[in-house]
């Protein structure tokens, strides 16, 4: 199915690694243009250099922090010379590691650093590059959050609470946005088979959750935000995807 997105340019947040990659090779993999932004610039740069060899499509790689003001204008000023952006898929690094209760985080450092990864940074980006979308006429916007803003998991209490104030934080969006031309969706992950969930958990312990029985893979994910991205899912805004394999259980 063509998702009518060929040549729309895309920026694609934490997309050195992790699921910004796979969502940043979906999205050129339609023919999108693309500008990554995550902090490493070795990483970018090699991500870059992927999708202009497997595509053929343009690659503008930006180092930054989703946190700061000064990358942010940044990123916003080398989009626009790259063309504008069109798409915007606001993908975050994870918390701190080692997965706590609410009671158990009682380092106001942890807190601190997961309210700027998770929250602060997807703002910031938000406010300053939402505008130049919209003043195209017509857009979308993805958030990458979690499962567990529908349904909190066990010892996740950083990524629970700001993830969180990023889905309330879109739904005021995809209002704001709508008579615009402008979508805002977002997809909740869980149990996807990243290199930091392999290597943080024992993967069969997380499977026993998931009714599916297996992992999910990045590029189903991936598959998820593109769907969001095209111009079939015109007449959806303010709506979010579990990709999680039926590990929620709510009936929304």
């Not at 929250?119 to 979308?140: E, K, N, S, Y």
């Not at 959750?209 to 007449?235: C, K, M, Y």
């Amino acid at each position: 199915m063509d998702l009518g997105i060929q040549g729309k340019t895309a920026i694609v947040t934490a997309s050195s690694s992790g699921l910004g990659h796979a969502i940043a090779h979906r999205l050129a993999q339609e023919g999108c243009h693309i500008v990554l932004f995550a902090r490493s610039r070795e990483k970018l740069d090699a991500t870059a250099a992927e999708l202009r060899e497997k595509y053929r499509i343009r690659a503008l790689p930006v180092v930054g922090d989703m946190a700061r003001d000064a990358d942010v204008d940044r990123l916003h000023a080398e989009c626009a010379a790259f063309g504008g952006p069109d798409i915007l898929v606001l993908n975050t690094g994870r918390p701190p590691l080692g997965m706590r209760t609410v009671l158990e985080e009682t380092d106001d450092a942890r807190w601190t650093e997961a309210h700027q990864t998770q929250l602060w940074g997807a703002l910031t980006v938000a406010r300053r590059i939402v505008p130049a979308i919209v003043a195209r006429g017509w857009g979308r916007v993805i958030g990458v959050t979690s499962a567990s803003v529908k349904q909190p998991m066990p010892r996740h209490a950083l990524s629970t609470v700001y993830r969180a104030g990023v889905q309330a934080m879109l739904k005021h969006l995809a209002n704001e946005v709508a008579a615009q031309g402008v979508t805002v969706n977002s997809v909740c992950p869980a149990s996807v088979g990243t290199e930091a969930l392999t290597t943080s958990y024992r993967a069969a312990d997380r499977i026993k959750t998931v009714p599916l029985g297996r992992l999910g893979t990045p590029d189903e994910l991936a598959a998820a935000v593109a769907f969001f991205a095209s111009v079939q899912a015109g007449f959806i805004t303010g709506a979010s995807l579990h990709v999680d394999g039926g590990m929620v259980a709510a009936l929304q």
